[in-house]
């Protein structure tokens, strides 16, 4: 039998299993846009459980999964972050009131975890986390029946996951032709591989490092931050060498002198000089053999990692700020606003339009339901309207609303930042909730979302076939091309989602690009689409999106 001790144990592994293994499942996620944060998220939901569980001293199953849930529902990020949390609340619904739990008990709590998660996807898609969840269940149920032992079943139930993760490529043939299983399937059977090393051999897995712990002042990572795991070295060298005509040796040799030290080679030549790029442990060396093609003109050697932990810091620092001023207060007000923005300028712009407090977040850096709740919570009126901006970010708003009992929350499925913009704007409050609900529809209906970013991986999505770097056009989430140039990417952008309805055109600058490479780009844009439609400017100061345009 399953007691709460050993299902606390088991939850822990679980943690440690997927923390552990999370840059892998970040990987598995094969869009090339940055937004490989599957493990992530799934990790940081399942680790908010660790600290709620460090508080109890409770010996019941019963009510361990109880408090795994609860915590997992306001830890809840993305939606393969909500999704698991939805599998522990039904899981914790078929074993309350129970002290210790049999086969049958943990296939029974199974599957209502599956019924609920099933439920809460407006459009369940096999091939993913809920195919791998339901046939583990179907596999425990056949097992169940044969032996009524809760290792026994639970081991059966993981060999389902495994075997249904398996099955995921034929499902979708997007997984296929990538050669990779499903992100969130992916992660399940992690969690569910931990938990089993503590109901089979009474084992915590160790993680090779710390999981990851949601403290009350826990705050997203920048996307700079995001990957640390993924820096094997700590030098970024760049250096720029002048070619001297006594050495005849080809500049190829350089670069394979540099690949024996380091990774991220690139070595460009021409007539005059050599321009590198290396990442490495020994700046000196590269400098040495770059030497040996002539003298150094430009160097330049920046530590990545300290970058990184600096980055971390000041992102942490502001979230920290942004925290303090999330107290609790009255609902006096009849209506208010909270949205989901990254960048400093798109911030500003909501607050304008009336949101009293912003979240930091979005593309690689979903925030936890918690984190959505406090807004919540911090905005003192009876309606609260809150903008996701972002279709990872949709679940986990939507769980805040069975968490709030002294006001009500309408989450607004805005996808984007403009249908935000849009949708706001649309707000009339003369208009009752379902009549403002319409309202904002038909204004995000009529926007379209245009998006400059980069491919934070190699693939072949969409009919094109994407190296990492490349700059990918994206209108509404569909990959319509890949360019070289930022600017010329968004001036073609722009002129194919124009029409001849078209009246106003926003572009919106994020903090890679200059205010005068903005400006360029939009005189580039009014070259290609006429002087009668009307172009505004906005310095989002957005990361991750070189320009985010808005047409309607």
Known sequence: ?????????????????????????????????????????????????????????????????????????????????????????????????????????????????????????????????????????????????????????????????????????????????????????????????????????????????????????????????????????????????????????????????????????????????????????????????????????????????????????????????NKANLEKVEPEDEVGFVAVAAGEGLCDLFKDLGCLHVITGGQTMNPSTEDILEAILATPAKKVYVFPNNKNIIMSAEQTISLVTDRQVIVVPTKTIPQGIAAMLAHNEDLSIEENLKAMQEQMNKVSTGQITFAARDSEFGGFKIKEGDIISLVNGKLVAKEKDSLKAVMKLTKSMVNRDTEFVTVIYGEDITEEQAQQAVKMIKSKIGSNIDVTLINGQQPIYHFIVSVE
């Open 1 to 321: 039998m399953i007691n709460g001790t050993c299902l606390k144990n088991a939850v822990i592994s679980g943690s440690n299993n997927i923390s552990k293994n999370r840059a892998y499942v970040d990987k598995l996620n094969i869009f090339p846009v940055p937004d490989g944060d599957t493990g992530t998220n799934m990790s940081m939901t399942i680790s908010s459980a660790i600290n709620a569980l460090e508080k109890t001293n409770e010996d019941a199953v019963g009510l361990v999964a109880k408090t795994v849930a609860s915590a997992l529902l306001r830890g809840a990020r993305g939606n393969s972050g909500v999704i698991l949390s939805l599998l522990f609340r039904g899981f914790a619904k078929g074993l309350e009131g129970l002290e210790e739990a049999n086969g049958n008990d943990l296939v029974d709590a199974l599957k209502i975890g599956v019924s609920e998660a099933y439920k809460a996807v407006m459009k369940p898609t096999e091939g993913t986390i809920l195919t791998v969840a339901r046939l583990a269940h179907e596999r425990g149920k056949m097992a169940a029946h044969f032996n009524n032992d809760p290792v026994y079943v639970w081991s059966e139930m993981y060999l389902g996951a495994e075997e249904a993760l398996k099955t995921t490529p034929e499902l979708l043939p997007v997984l296929k032709k990538a050669g990779v299983v499903d992100a969130g399937g992916k992660g399940l059977c992690l969690i569910f591989e931990g938990m089993l090393s503590v109901f089979r051999d009474g084992v915590i897995m160790d993680g090779s490092s710390e999981p990851v712990k949601i403290e009350e002042d826990d705050v997203f990572r920048s996307a700079a931050a995001e990957f640390d795991d993924d820096i094997t070295f700590t030098y970024c060298t760049e250096f720029i060498v002048g070619r001297s005509k006594l050495v005849k040796t080809p500049p190829s040799k350089l670069r394979s002198a540099l690949e024996g030290i380091g990774d991220c080679v690139v070595v460009v030549d021409d007539e005059e000089i050599i321009k590198v790029h290396v990442h490495t442990e020994e700046p000196g060396n590269a400098l040495q053999e770059g030497l040996k093609f002539g003298q150094l003109l430009t160097v330049k050697v920046e530590n990545m990692k300290e970058q990184h932990r600096l980055a971390v810091e000041e992102n942490n620092q502001k979230m920290m700020e």
